[in-house]
């Protein structure tokens, strides 16, 4: 999608080991947003991020650590990848936090064997 | 836990038939807001109503919001086989919570 793009699309890992996915957008929106998609429960937020340095947990964090060091760099890190955080992850970025589309990056389909 | 909750599940139409998707929430929004996914692509956002509007539309789709019954309808008119997707309905004041979809599928 144009301005987003997520690295890598797709990854397999082991189980307890460290894995980082990547969100990198050229739109200079403030607002950046980390969701996981599995059958049967749509879309869930993971953590978002409302500028440099500054993050906050969603609805399904455990788990999960966020960074974001610059404003077109968002990095989710699982810092010891399980079964049940195999899904597939989806950034997000909007202008502001109200009464303002997302848009949406490509995805990356994550198995954790 | 889920705030918006689609209805149907799934839906097959016949291209040139209308397509009506209808998303329910609990609590008060700010706005609401609708997306197509196509199978193994991001999302696409298609359309925002604002809690104060009653009726929206973009092209083949039109939006409607009553906020007493916490319900919003999606219609898309003389449907498509490149409409097939799923829809997603949202709802935002702060960050966006979606609901699970509908599947909607048009054939030619």
């Known amino acids: 999608d144009a301005g987003i793009t997520q690295s890598p699309r797709h990854k397999v890992t082991e189980t307890g080991t460290p894995v980082t996915l990547r969100c990198h957008q050229t739109?200079?929106?403030?607002?950046m947003y980390w969701y996981r998609q599995d059958p049967g429960h749509g879309l869930r937020l993971i953590h978002y991020s409302y500028g440099v340095k500054d993050t906050d947990k969603g609805e399904v964090s455990d788990g999960y650590s966020v960074s974001r060091s610059k404003t077109e760099d968002f990095l989710l890190t699982l810092e010891s990848a399980t079964s049940s955080q195999t899904s597939v992850y989806f950034c997000?970025?909007?202008?502001?936090?109200?009464?303002?589309?997302?848009?949406f990056g490509s995805g990356t389909r994550l198995t954790v064997v | 836990s889920q705030q918006g909750e689609e209805d149907p599940q799934a839906l097959s139409i016949q291209e040139g038939e209308n397509a009506t998707m209808n998303c329910s929430y609990k609590?008060?929004?700010?706005?609401l807001q609708w997306y197509r996914q196509n199978s193994g692509r991001g999302l696409v956002h298609l359309i925002l109503?604002?809690?104060?509007?009653r009726e929206k539309h973009s092209g083949r789709l039109r939006v409607t919001l009553d906020t007493s019954k916490k319900s919003s309808s999606l219609l898309i008119t003389a449907s498509r086989a490149a409409d097939t997707a799923s829809y997603f309905c949202a709802t935002g004041g702060g960050t966006l919570t979606f609901g699970k979809g509908t599947m909607l599928l048009v054939s030619p």
């Open positions: 609590t008060s929004i700010n706005n």
């Open positions: 997000a970025i909007s202008e502001t936090d109200m009464d303002y589309g997302y848009t």
């Open positions: 739109e200079n929106h403030r607002y």
């Open positions: 109503i604002r809690s104060n509007e």
